[in-house]
């Protein structure tokens, strides 16, 4: 019986020593040590000896049983170890290898060019006032002398609010400047830029854009000051100083007079042609681009906000931001400010 237990000991080392995965070591582990395996075995024949031996042979096959167990646990640990080194050899990082920066993202060019207006007309002393994107009826049109039967809101497809009576998408800035006067004494110095929305939809118009809305109220403002602030204005955003301006006569119920605004087209310089020869796509050879409405502020919608119409005059006016963009850059198609393609956004 010892030679026996012997005999198994040493075939269980080489062949414990010979195997090269988990699954053989289990194998052999099942094979000898297991509830049917070689030893177990042993230990119930045990019974047929007399006690003595029992006692030896007993012992002995305890005691090969756990060596057998050292033995089997030492080898797990070493094929583990192993496939350690594969890995480590197979999946290393050479962490000096100079690394790829992800790109970092930035505003978009709406939003930019939104934040350089702030600056223009902050130099010239121009705060900045906010308005609800959903807007009143009361604002959007009453109070800037819009009443309800008034042709002029045809001028403006608006797009109103579904189950709710009398509130819109605001159709233009201009009620953030009854907003503002409701709310502030004279003299006042804003402009007010965002979302507007009208039913409208091509290659320049889409439903959604964006207006900057200036409003100027003070004792003595004249149509001088309106011409001084817009032409320098318009010459800072296009960044050409010999840029002109042109008003002429036009109808908004909030104003009067009232005035569209023109400059000279900044690509041929009010030439109508480039200077080799080339007609201007951009103004149809004309020179001039409509920018946008302006005019003097209807004593009307002064009073509307409890203003002394007799002793405060002022200026307003309302240019297209998208426009102004489209010019600035030759983007000619508005669909490209919302597609949000990179190669294009990441050109600004
Ligand atoms: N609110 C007008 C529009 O959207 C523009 C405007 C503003 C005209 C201020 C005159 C004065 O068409």
């Known amino acids: 019986m010892k030679s026996r237990i012997e005999s198994l000991k040493s075939q269980a080392l080489t062949a414990l020593k010979a195997a090269k995965s988990e699954a053989e070591v289990r194998d052999l582990e099942v094979k000898y040590l297991g509830r049917n395996g070689a030893f177990n075995e042993i230990m119930k024949s045990l019974k047929d000896l007399s006690d003595d031996e029992k006692r030896t042979v007993g012992k002995l096959a305890n005691e090969t049983k756990s060596e057998l167990e050292t033995a089997i646990l030492k080898k797990y640990s070493e094929l583990e170890m192993a496939a350690f080194d594969v890995i480590a050899e197979k999946e290393w990082i050479d962490v000096t290898v100079p690394g790829v920066k992800p790109s970092v993202g930035h505003r978009h060019l709406i939003s930019k060019f939104i934040d350089d207006l702030e600056v223009v007309f902050g130099r010239m002393g121009f705060a900045v006032a906010e308005g609800p994107d959903i807007e009143q009826e009361h604002y959007n049109f009453n109070q800037l002398n819009m009443p309800e039967d008034h042709p002029s809101r045809d001028m403006q497809d608006t797009f109103w609010v579904k189950n709710l009576k009398r509130v819109a998408l605001r159709s233009q800035t201009s009620p953030v400047q009854i907003r503002y006067m409701e709310a502030h004494e004279p003299p006042v110095r804003i402009i007010s830029m965002g979302k507007t929305f009208r039913r409208d939809n091509d290659a320049t118009h889409s439903p959604m854009f964006h207006q900057i809305e200036g409003l100027m109220v003070d004792t003595d403002?004249?149509?001088?000051?309106?011409?001084?602030?817009?032409?320098?204005?318009?010459?800072?955003?296009?960044?050409?100083?010999?840029?002109?301006?042109?008003?002429?006569?036009?109808?908004?119920?909030?104003?009067e007079p009232g005035m569209e605004v023109d400059c000279t087209c900044p690509i041929c310089h009010g030439e109508?042609?480039?200077?080799d020869g080339v007609p201007c796509k951009l103004c149809k050879q004309c020179g001039w681009l409509e920018i946008g409405g302006a005019g003097m502020v209807h004593p009307k919608v002064l009073e509307n906000v409890g203003y002394d119409s007799k002793k405060y005059t002022g200026f307003a006016f309302g240019f297209g931001i998208d426009r102004m963009i489209m010019i600035k850059y030759r983007i000619n198609h508005l669909r490209l400010f919302f597609e949000n393609d990179l190669r294009f956004i990441t050109q600004f």
């Open 272 to 275: 109508g042609k480039l200077s």
């Open 221 to 255: 403002i004249s149509i001088a000051n309106l011409k001084a602030v817009l032409t320098h204005f318009l010459q800072q955003v296009f960044e050409d100083p010999s840029i002109k301006t042109r008003f002429r006569t036009s109808y908004f119920p909030f104003v």
